[in-house]
């Protein structure tokens, strides 16, 4: 339950977040936002990690393993942040949501290829959630375009990502592991952005509001509290309850910009809070539930 908690907050964050991701974007080239936001992320961890030193709750680590843990979790992270960065410089944010949430589905039939335990009401509830993130996204004009097909790309890269971090999360401290992904993601972005953008410290400052809350919040906080909750938590289980992101948006447009929600958003909301339900719980109680009524 603690776990599944961890996962919503993060959800939370990042759906409300997103106003200052695009904010954000304004000033910012995607790979400078995204490297700045990552750098900051790796240093407000900073205080924790040195309070965990302190308590002796990070004896004994395996360096070695947290280093080639760390890499492939940040490259992974790094390419599916990029895609889904530029992406929405091509595609609407609604068709950018629903595609990108297809990672409901593709952990679990990674998972099948990974001999996960895949149980028939996760892959309910995978159902359920992706019909209600259809409704809450897509409107009767949903076409296909060069940034839907970026998203797509970069919803493969996000179940990878999540996957690798649930065979990392409990061979490694998860706050190292959280620190070193955003060092490698942050260092990659700005890289490219020094490479194929123009990033200046005006530019930054003018945009410092969204980076920091994207830095400390969406990285710093968000982020660790993933890797922390999936050292619990089914992969699955995880990508579902991440997936309310795309609910936690729609509630932070009506709360934060005034926007309105459709009585058709409304029902794509519902079934993916239903879709969470659902995975939650064991087939045999959902029967068993159907069978006394």
């Known amino acids: 339950m603690q776990a599944n908690l961890m996962l919503l907050l993060a959800a939370a964050i990042w759906g409300l977040g997103f106003v200052a991701q695009r904010l954000g974007m304004d000033h910012l080239g995607p790979y400078s936002f995204?490297?700045?936001?990552f750098f900051i992320g790796a240093?407000?961890?900073?205080?924790?990690?040195?309070?965990?030193?302190?308590?002796?709750?990070?004896?004994?680590?395996?360096?070695?393993?947290l280093f080639w843990a760390g890499l492939p979790v940040g490259i992974l992270l790094f390419i599916a942040a990029s895609l889904q960065q530029v992406g929405l410089l091509y595609t609407t944010a609604a068709n950018a949501g629903f595609i990108t949430g297809l990672y409901i589905v593709l952990v679990p039939l990674f998972g099948v290829f990974l001999k996960h335990q895949i149980s028939a009401n996760i892959w309910l509830g995978c159902v359920i959630a992706v019909s209600g993130l259809y409704i809450l996204s897509v409107g009767d004009n949903f076409s296909v375009n060069f940034g839907d097909l970026l998203q797509l790309i970069g919803a493969l890269f996000w179940a990878a990502h999540l996957l690798t971090i649930d065979h990392y999360s409990k061979k490694v401290p998860p706050i190292l592991l959280a620190c070193l992904q955003f060092v490698v993601c942050g260092t990659l972005s700005m890289v490219v952005a020094f490479s194929i953008e123009t990033p200046t410290v005006t530019n930054a400052l003018l945009a410092w509001k969204s980076v920091l809350y994207a830095g400390v919040v969406s990285v710093g906080i968000a982020y660790t509290l993933q890797v922390m909750a999936q050292k619990h938590a089914h992969p699955a289980h995880a990508a579902i309850i991440l997936s309310l992101e795309t609910v936690f948006a729609a509630i932070g447009?009506?709360?934060?910009?005034?926007?309105?929600?459709?009585?058709?958003?409304?029902?794509?909301?519902?079934?993916?809070?239903?879709?969470?339900?659902?995975?939650?719980?064991?087939?045999?109680?959902?029967?068993?539930?159907?069978?006394f009524t």
């Open 34 to 37: 995204n490297g700045l936001r």
């Open 43 to 65: 240093l407000s961890l900073l205080p924790l990690i040195c309070w965990y030193r302190y308590q002796g709750k990070l004896q004994d680590v395996d360096w070695k393993l």
């Open 253 to 291: 447009g009506v709360w934060l910009l005034g926007e309105e929600l459709s009585g058709r958003a409304l029902t794509g909301c519902g079934l993916m809070l239903l879709g969470m339900l659902v995975s939650q719980l064991p087939l045999r109680w959902l029967l068993r539930s159907k069978a």
